[in-house]
């Protein structure tokens, strides 16, 4: 992608240089994937031989916490959609994760939402697996499942405002490669037209149970259970690390239907907010 990503952080940190007549400044514009130096000049930030960003947009973008700003060909855009939900992305000191409605989609607190991710995803991908990911968002997932060796992933998305948000997330863009294949559908729906054993690995990260209740349903955890192999095993987020390390209420009702849809063992993992369940 050819643009550049600011936030508030980062324009302040700007805006700060600026006043103290410095001359080059080091930051990161792509979203803390690097860093890079830049001249400070004329009252502005020089990006590039056509490119300049002045105080009047540093400003702009150093007023809006918890959001992204995206430039390109001269025009500040607000990484946000607000016509399926709210969805937006929010900056974090590493990868930015998606936020819909008020509820972060992402482990974020004291770990970077992509290296979570990857850390689900790790509890059931091996090398040569044909993956499913049933609520694909900004495909941190995905990506992590062909970097364990995942020989195929299949990622299904729902919220359209999701997936034109991941278009322009410099961290998501390794899902748009011929390893994955990228699908925009209900997930209940979709999973009911795939073949039986047809994955080896499930990852299934669905937004919260308030907002889709019907993918933590035992219906739903069935239609799971056909579409792993025999020796398939699945990742399920539920949420909420006090809840699964106490063993209250709604963890232990979802491992009880994990069972009752066929699933042989159901693990806690705490540290991922989650549960592993193998066929």
């Known amino acids: 992608m050819i643009g ?7 324009a302040r940190q700007i805006l700060v240089a600026l006043d103290r007549g410095e001359e080059r400044i080091d930051i990161s514009v792509d979203l803390n994937l690097s860093r890079t130096t830049f001249l400070l000049g004329g009252d502005e930030l020089v990006l590039d031989a056509d490119t300049r960003l002045g105080r009047a947009e540093l400003r702009q973008v150093a007023g809006k916490e918890n959001r992204i700003f995206y430039l390109h060909d001269g025009e500040l855009e607000l990484l946000e959609v607000r016509d399926d939900g709210y969805c937006k992305l929010v900056a974090t000191n590493q990868a930015p994760l998606l936020e819909i409605s008020g509820v972060k989609m992402h482990i974020s607190k004291g770990v970077n939402p992509f290296v979570s991710a990857g850390q689900m995803a790790a509890q059931v991908v091996k090398r040569g697996d044909r993956v499913l990911d049933t609520c694909g968002g900004l495909g941190y997932a995905a990506s992590a499942a062909l970097e364990l060796g995942a020989r195929e992933v299949v990622s299904v ?43 080896d690995a499930v990852i299934h990260d669905p937004p919260r149970f308030s907002l889709a209740g019907e993918l933590y ?39 009880q239907r994990l069972r009752a849809a066929g699933f042989s063992k159901v693990v806690k993992v705490a540290g991922l907010m989650g549960v592993t369940a193998y066929k």
């Not at 550049?4 to 980062?10: E, G, K, L, P, T």
Request: glycine share 8%; proline share 4%; charged share 25%.
């Open 217 to 255: 349903g035992e219906r739903f955890y069935r239609e799971i259970y056909r579409v792993l192999t025999g020796r398939g095993a699945l990742f399920h987020y539920t949420g909420n690390p006090h809840r699964l390390k106490h063993g209250t209420g709604f963890v232990d009702q979802a491992a």
């Open 4 to 10: 550049y990503w600011f936030y508030a952080a980062i």
């Open 157 to 199: 998305e729902r919220s359209s405002a999701v997936m034109a948000l991941r278009q322009k997330n410099p961290w998501s863009q390794r899902i748009f490669g011929p390893d994955i294949e990228l699908v925009h559908a209900d997930s209940e729906d979709y999973i009911r037209e795939l073949p039986a054993a047809a994955f």
